[in-house]
């Protein structure tokens, strides 16, 4: 199913640049806070694009000067311990969603990008920042831990050393130092990010789709299981691959030197 390009939400921007969606989180005048309704449109988002065939890479990014300044403050700032526990669970369930996206995403990390919005660029496959973003885990500062997968998936990207640095601290960090310790993957001018990030996610949508797929598949559940399992699952998705159109064209047009015209069967 194609999805149209000019789906309205309130907080959310979305189009679509060929097989490329960007979608652009809009809530500048509180640095894109996520409140509920921004974390429940995200999940509908993903939902959409998801079922969208013709996109083959997701791009994240922020509206204005930051990419996500975290959850909204004074939206929990009066939270129960129940009320808690749901809030956290509503922003990790949405990023546990864009995890499991089946295609590619990458955060375009425009500017600060801090507790939620730290954890929602985790989320993603492939971070790019801008060289003036911020990254950080402040909660401890507001007398909460992070609370959208943080714990889980900082100490699994940059390890558990330095992941328990920057939690316990909440110290910011700048883009270069990020890429640095391998929370980024690239650093760019402001100027250059968003067309940085289209042709990166350009590239990946050149290559076979199902092949891309399953190897972020193999990827992810790889991470998650023992070694031995990993590599019988990833042998499974390899054999998969030699029942796909797009094996047969990508080795002929090797064979046949010509490029490869890949239909995603
Ligand atoms: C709600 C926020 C916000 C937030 C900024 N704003 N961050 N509103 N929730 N997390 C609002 C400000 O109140 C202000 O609104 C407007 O955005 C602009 O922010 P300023 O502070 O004026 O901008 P600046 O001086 O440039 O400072 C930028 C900043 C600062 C350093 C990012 O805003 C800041 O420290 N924000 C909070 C960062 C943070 O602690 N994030 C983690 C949240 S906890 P007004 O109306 O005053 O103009 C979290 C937990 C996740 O994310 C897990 C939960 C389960």
Partial sequence: MNMKADVQFENLKYRKEGHIGILTLSRPKSLNALNAKLLNELGDAVDMINSDASVHVLIITGDGKAFVA????????????????????????????????????????NGF???????????CDIRIASDNAKFGQPEVGLGITPGYSGCVRLPRLIGQAKAKELIFTGDYISASEAERLGLVNKVVSSDELMNVAIELAGKIASKAQIAVRYSKLAINKGIETDINTAIVFENQIFALCFATEDQKEGMNAFVEKRSPHFKTK
């Fill in 70 to 109: 975290g959850a909204d403050i004074p939206e929990m700032k009066d939270y129960n311990s129940e009320e808690g526990r749901e809030w956290g669970e509503l922003g990790s369930s949405v990023f546990k969603k864009v995890e499991l996206m089946k295609i590619p995403t990458i955060a375009a990390v």
């Fill in 113 to 123: 990008a801090l507790g939620g919005g730290c954890e929602l660029a985790m989320s």
